[in-house]
């Protein structure tokens, strides 16, 4: 049985309503998919890839806008220079383990070139989650085959919430964390925007 939402146990947060979904997927075209690795031997494993696709199809042959903010001052969020420079982003977002940050770049470089081996250049956004007390960090879990999995499980509908992805092992102020999710639909000028969210 699925664990249930906030407001299936009938609490609200804020006054706008949600999408359909109250989901990141309800922005049209945005996609989402995980991988999650949970075993305990050779090394234990409580980690994961979180892929966010911000256009159906090929980014990099269709840009979107973008930009970011430092939270916390001490995240390690690659690519982040471009989108500051450019407003652009042209890669799947992904999210993972503090020292798995790397591979999941590359593989995001090598994925886009292997869509359009005419691209010159590529600085793919990876965000890190600190997974280190639930998961044995240093036994580098995260393959090249696990990143491409999660971009193959990308798609839109419902997004799976929890312990999965890239927030498998997360903990938040001594509580279990995880991923979740949320959409907003707000009106202006007499037009309907949705707002998703992923954390």
């Not at 500051?84 to 994925?111: C, F, K, M, W």
Request: charge should be negative.
């Amino acid at each position: 049985m699925p664990r249930p939402r906030l407001r299936d146990l009938g609490i609200t947060i804020g006054t706008l309503p949600t999408g359909p979904l109250n989901a990141i997927t309800d922005v049209p075209g945005v996609w989402v998919g995980h991988t999650t690795l949970i075993y305990d031997e050779p090394r234990i494993a409580r980690t994961g890839v979180t892929m966010i696709v911000p256009r159906e199809g090929n980014i990099l042959a269709d840009q979107c806008f973008a930009g970011y903010h430092s939270f916390n001052g001490n995240g390690e969020m690659t690519g982040t220079h471009w989108v500051a420079e450019s407003g652009l982003l042209a890669t799947p977002i992904a999210i993972t383990n503090t020292h798995q940050v790397g591979i999941v770049r590359d593989t995001l470089v090598e994925y886009e070139v292997g869509l359009d081996p005419r691209a010159e250049w590529l600085l793919p956004i990876v965000a890190e989650t600190y997974d280190g007390s639930l998961n044995d960090i240093n036994a580098f879990h995260i393959t090249k085959e696990h990143v491409l999995a999660a971009i193959a499980a990308a798609g839109s509908g419902p997004v799976a919430e929890g312990n999965v992805g890239g927030g498998t092992g997360m903990i938040c102020h001594e509580f279990k964390g995880g991923i979740g999710t949320s959409s907003r639909v707000a009106e202006a000028g007499g037009e309907h925007y949705t707002v998703g969210a992923l954390v």
